[in-house]
Each structure stands twice: as C-alpha cells, then as structure tokens.
C-alpha cells in the first residue's frame, strides 16, 4: 500500500520513498547528442509548467505528510528557468535537503546566489574534458564556461560538488584516468554513469555501454582505492588510499540498484512518474488546477508509488523504452 500510519510512500516491495527529483523546465541551452535532437524541440507551453507556487505546494505535501526528505532539481537544464533562487529558497524553507543536476554551463554566475538561497549540493554534468569532443558531444563550444562553472561552485562552499560523466564505448571511454586527476586537483567527486537507453535518437545498443566492472578496473591501473559503504546511494563508492577524495561509479544498467530505489520524478509540466523508466504518470497539475485539497495530492502520489514495479528491466526480453528523454522527465 502507498500511503500507511505514519503517511510515509512505501511500496508493494517495501521500499520507503524519501528523495522527490523535480524538473524545473524542460528547456536547455545544451543539445547533448544523447539526450535531444540538434533542433526540432517543441518546448512545452510555459502556461503548462507549473509555477514555483505549485512547485512549493507539492514540495510541503510530500515534506510535511510523506516523509519526502531529500529533493533534486533537474530538467531540462535547470539553471535556464528564471529566477531560480526565488525557488530554491521556497523550497528549503521547507527544511528538505536540496540539491541540484546542472550542466554548469551558467553556474559561474549563478553559484553564489543558489548556495546563498539554500541550495546545498550540485552534480554538474560533463562528458569530455577535450574542447573538440565536449563540443560534439553537447553541441555548444561550451567546455571553458563549464569548467569555470565547476570552479564557482567549489568557490561558492557546494558540499560535495559531484561530476556526472556518462562513459559511451568509442566516445569518451578513453577519458577515465583523466576525469579521475581531475577529480582528485579539484578536489570534486567524479561519478561515472552507465549509458541508458533513453536517448533521443534511439541510438543505444548495450554494446554502448562501458560496465562498471571495466571502469574500475582501468582507475585501478593508475590509483589505489577501497569500496566505502554505498548506503542509499546509487553509487559504487570508492575512497583513495591516499586520501585524496573519492570517486563513484552508478551501474544503472549492467547492476541496477532498484532494489533500494527511494525515487520519484515530478515533471516539468506536473506529472509525477514512479521510475525513469515508468510508462505511465499521475497528472498532480490537475490536482492542482481544479481545486484538489492537499490530501487529494497525497492520495494520488501514494497511488502512484503504490504502482510502482520491481525494476526497469533494461536488457530483458519485456523491457519497453519510455517513449520520452531524460530532458523531457528530469533525470
Ligand atoms: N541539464 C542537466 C544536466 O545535464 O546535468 C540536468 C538534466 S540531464 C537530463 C541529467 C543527467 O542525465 C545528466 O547528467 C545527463 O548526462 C544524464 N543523461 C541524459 N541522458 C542519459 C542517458 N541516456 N544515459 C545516462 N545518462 C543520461
Ligand atoms: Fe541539456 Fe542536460 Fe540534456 Fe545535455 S543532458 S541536453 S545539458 S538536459
């Protein structure tokens, strides 16, 4: 059942749901090859995305009558939507720990003014330390300002800035050991991410994906580390024998870690999606719109978690793509 005594979202498999990701926009100033296609976006209506009223109030429902702890901004790129500190200070006045997924590419303007706001954690994306590579892979001739956003936001006092670098077989797998110097000089904690198929193109093919296994073994061939306890994290965590930090590895598709998945995605425009990879939504924004009553949202977000399904079986024969991207559901 969703919603039980003390009101917290377990599931049919006991999984306790505690960590909201929010999709802020669906908008970017990106158009990673993997995740949009070069142009053609048909961005939503902003009279579609809900306000940061709307926002704040499924935010406090799930705080206050769910247990919801933790909470993620995302998108799109959510640096693109404007006035976003107005917003995160709405939100962490509703004491959950907020954190955000960011591009970086505009964060050494806006770093001080998030932190200020309250914003506690930042994980910037970045798939290529080489300007001609970061520039096919996004784009945009953008790696300096990323780089520079990187910078800003340890300036800015992010504890822990993390680097989200999704390794691609033939694309950027040549790039491990330099992400990990980079790592350990910044001072920063580099996350590797198997490829998933939810690309925009449908160019996935598991023989895209770098397993963990091997990324492992090609830090080991250049630095000493030992497995740390991962806790809820999605991450395999490694700390350096010298104690120069740590590094991760999310092995989403060859060790999914559903098991223990404490997720729930509200997108851009309101829906509420139990699983990246879930088929289906609940529509809160009508809640919202038609005079729903906080308990009507609880019920519908408990509704949801209650259909929640064991896992995404990317690589089984029944598994179905979602026929939408990480940008469109807030990765
Ligand atoms: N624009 C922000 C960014 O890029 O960090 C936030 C949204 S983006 C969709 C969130 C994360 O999803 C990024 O780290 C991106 O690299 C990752 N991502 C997008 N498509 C992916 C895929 N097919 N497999 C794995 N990660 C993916
Ligand atoms: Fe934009 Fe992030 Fe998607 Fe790249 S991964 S196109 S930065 S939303």
């Not at 998108?75 to 591009?103: D, F, H, I, Q, Y």
């Amino acid at each position: 059942m969703g919603l039980v005594g003390n009101r917290q979202l377990v599931d049919k498999f006991g999984r306790v749901h505690t960590d909201l990701r929010i999709s802020v926009t669906d908008r970017c100033n990106f158009r990673c090859e993997y995740c949009m296609p070069a142009e053609g976006m048909v961005w939503l209506d902003r009279s579609d995305v809900l306000t940061f009223e709307e926002i704040e109030r499924v935010t406090r429902v799930l705080a206050e009558q769910c247990g919801v702890r933790t909470v993620r901004l995302t998108g799109g790129e959510p640096t693109m939507r404007a006035r976003l500190p107005v917003l995160v200070a709405k939100l962490a006045a509703l004491g959950v720990e907020l954190s955000m997924t960011t591009n970086g590419a505009t964060l050494a303007q806006q770093a001080d003014d998030l932190r200020a706001a309250g914003l506690k954690r930042v994980n910037i994306s970045i798939d290529s330390l080489r300007a001609d590579r970061f520039q096919q892979l996004t784009r945009r001739d953008s790696l300096t300002p990323v780089l520079e956003g990187i910078d800003a936001a340890v300036r800015a006092g992010f504890e822990p800035v993390k680097l989200n670098v999704v390794l691609m077989r033939g694309i950027n797998d040549d790039e491990v050991v330099d992400f990990l110097h980079l790592g350990r000089t910044k001072g920063v904690v580099i996350r590797f991410i198997e490829f998933m198929p939810l690309d925009a193109q449908g160019e996935w093919s598991s023989d895209r994906v770098v397993p963990h296994a091997e990324i492992v073994a090609r830090a080991a061939e250049h630095f000493a580390f030992d497995p740390i306890e991962r806790g809820s994290s999605p991450a395999e965590r490694f700390v350096y024998a010298d104690g120069a930090g740590e590094f991760g590895v999310i092995a989403s598709v060859t060790e999914p870690f559903c098991g223990s998945c404490d997720r729930m995605r509200l997108t851009a425009e309101g829906q509420l999606r139990n699983c990246l990879f879930a088929l289906g939504h609940s529509d809160l924004r009508s809640i919202l719109r038609d005079g729903g009553s906080d308990d009507d949202l609880a019920a519908a977000v408990a509704g949801e978690i209650d259909r929640k399904w064991a896992g995404h079986a990317i690589g089984q024969v029944h598994f179905l793509r979602p026929s939408k991207s990480m940008s469109q559901i807030g990765g």
